[in-house]
């Protein structure tokens, strides 16, 4: 094998089973490595594969999000804008026809006939228009209600193929550490094949070679599921679209 013109001689040997170990390490290093070379680009294609989706379901669950805000958007507005400016509107004669009525009571308990009787009065004199303001603050906050509750119900299929999102974000991040976890090894593994490489140390060098490519197919089956998991996020992602509303 090419590779092993990297090992320059066999070290010193101490005896027959020094001959054989070193002799079963170049077996390994030279059994493994086409595997191993194999299994690195399926990684990075896995990896690629990986990004991509991700990209693309993040740009679409944004996208669902941003037109499920839309959704009667200038409607709500407009009835909001509305019923804030009624109540505001209405404010300054509601809060005193309420002061007055405090005021009043205040009046009866302190036995001050004569100001209760001048408060209940005022208060009586703007009891009309005070009901009217209130009825027209209520017509348009519940039309608000209304409208609110309306667009909810409209959205409501979209959001609840949404549901299952988050939880396979939590699967993948979680599995995101485990991965990060392999490939640190991994990397160790491949600085110590290197370095039993340049030693000229093939009994280290394929040990190291034997615990990456054992790393590897950790980090293989991890991005598989990951992988699988983008595949769920894309399918709900695919179903929330198709219940937007029109």
Known sequence: MILLSFFIGIPLQSGAAAAADWDAALDTIHNLYGSYSTLQDTLKEDTLKIQTLRKQNNAELKAIKAQL??????????????????????????EQYTALGQQATAARKAKDIKRATMLDLKRNKLKTAAAAARAEVKKAAEALAAARKLTAGKI?????ALTGIPALKKQIKESGKELSTAQKIRSEADKGYKAGVKQGDAVS??????????????????????????????????????????
């Open 69 to 94: 805000q839309a959704v009667d958007q200038a409607l709500l507005t407009r009835l909001k804008t509305a019923a804030d400016t009624i109540r505001k509107k209405h404010a300054p004669l509601l």
């Open 205 to 246: 060098a394929a040990a190291q070679l034997k615990l990456s490519f054992s790393q590897m197919g950790l980090i293989h089956n991890l991005q598989q599921k990951i992988y699988d998991w983008e595949k769920r996020i894309a399918v709900s992602l695919g179903t929330a679209k198709s219940k937007l509303p029109k």
């Open 156 to 160: 409501q299929p979209a959001k609840n």
